[in-house]
Every structure is written in C-alpha cells, then in structure tokens.
T-cell receptor
Framework: RKEVEQDPGPFNVPEGATVAFNCTYSNSASQSFFWYRQDCRKEPKLLMS???SGNEDGRFTAQLNRASQYISLLIRDSKLSDSATYLC????????????FGTGTSLTVIP | GAGVSQSPSNKVTEKGKDVELRCDPISGHTALYWYRQSLGQGLEFLIY????????KSGLPSDRFSAERTGGSVSTLTIQRTQQEDSAVYLCASSRHRGQETQYFGPGTRLLVL
C-alpha cells in the first residue's frame, strides 16, 4: 500500500467553481502534512501546511482528519491560474526524516 | 534571497556513463533532500542530509546511486553506470531544520539516458 494516495484526476472545472481534493495516508504516526502545487515542468512549491484544527489562506482551505487519516484541500472561486497539479505531502516517520509525496491531482480551470 | 539552485538543468548521457548532479541549498538551511520524479509519477525520496549527521540513504534505489554533502552546504548526487530507467527529473530541496519544516525545491535536473 502506498504511503500517500491521491485521486489523479484530472479535475476540469469552470472559473468560479469550488473544487475539493482528498488525500489519504497510511502511517498513523505521521506528524506533518502539506499541500504543494506543481506547475507543468516546474518544481513543487508549498501551497500551505495543514494543521490539526484546519486552516484557511484566502480561497484555500485545508483540513486534517486524523481518525480517518486523510487531508483535504478546498479551492473556492477557482481562477485560471489555479490550474496545476496539487501534491499531498506527509511526514511519514517519527524521526521526521522522510516526506512522502502523493502522485498529485491535476486541476484545469476552464474559462 | 537566492533559492535552491541545481546544475545542470538538463543532462543527456549514454547508457553506462556516470553523471554528477549538483545542488546548492538555501544559505543557512541545514536539511537537504534529493528526490526523483519520473514522468507522470510522484516524487520518490532518495536521500536526506541533516547537518553533520549520517545521511538517511534509505531511498537510494541501488548501489549505483550515491550522494555527498560537503561542508554542510553543496551536495552532489552521483549515478554510476546509468541505465535508461534512471531517466527522470532529479529534484533537490532544502529546509531550515530537520524533518517537519517547509521544503524549498530547486528547479531540478532533467536527466535523459539514451
């Protein structure tokens, strides 16, 4: 079983739509959670960390459900510039060395 | 300030040759990671350096892969006797401290083994 699993999509949504991505992780001892964004042929860049209490940054909301071992990302009022691949990232070991990346969910926002 | 830099940006080599990939982390970052990303795949962890501690090499796929980090700064990933399946984007990331800190990625080195 993979450490981190995401629906690869693609998600094709119109501008202004709300879209949500989920990600599940297998290691219950995971301690840190992130969403990264990766544009085509570019490096991943941090979108936001995910805190236990949930957190919001503008149009983006991230939530963590430890009991069910999943994290989510909600994007409201989608913009064309939101088109990218969204990577779920989980810190998988107690020592904190290793981060596990999902394969990413592809989002295309359509005019 | 300057971000993570990697060189070369692209590398084409013949099967069986050795290649060296370089990473310059953000100044002051003590943690450095190497990942590999194959076409359409997620990032695969390769190796992790933290300060002067012994590196975590648990992700290296074979003994053809090795990495060094000199002086706690620049790192070199070496692939010996390259194979076609080594073709991928090799990404380096650094963070201020170990483990749970945000990672900042370099632009990657696109390696093509013919």
């Amino acid at each position: 079983r993979k450490e981190v699993e995401q629906d690869p999509g693609p998600f094709n949504v119109p501008e202004g739509a709300t879209v949500a991505f989920n990600c599940t992780y297998s290691n219950s001892a995971s301690q840190s959670f992130f969403w990264y964004r990766q544009d085509c042929r570019k490096e991943p860049k941090l979108l936001m960390s995910v805190y236990s209490s949930g957190n919001e940054d503008g149009r983006f909301t991230a939530q963590l459900n430890r009991a069910s071992q999943y994290i989510s990302l909600l994007i409201r009022d989608s913009k064309l510039s939101d088109s990218a691949t969204y990577l779920c990232v989980v810190n998988g070991r107690d020592t904190g060395n290793q981060f596990y990346f999902g394969t990413g969910t592809s989002l295309t926002v359509i005019p | 300030g300057a971000g993570v830099s990697q060189s070369p940006s692209n590398k084409v080599t013949e099967k069986g040759k050795d290649v060296e990939l370089r990473c310059d982390p953000i100044s002051g970052h003590t943690a450095l990671y190497w990942y590999r990303q194959s076409l359409g795949q997620g990032l695969e962890f390769l190796i992790y350096f933290q300060g002067n501690s012994a590196p975590d090499k648990s992700g290296l796929p074979s003994d053809r892969f090795s990495a060094e980090r000199t002086g706690g700064s620049v790192s070199t990933l070496t692939i010996q006797r390259t194979q076609q399946e080594d073709s991928a984007v090799y990404l380096c990331a650094s963070s201020r401290h170990r483990g749970q800190e945000t990672q900042y990625f370099g632009p990657g080195t696109r390696l093509l083994v013919l």
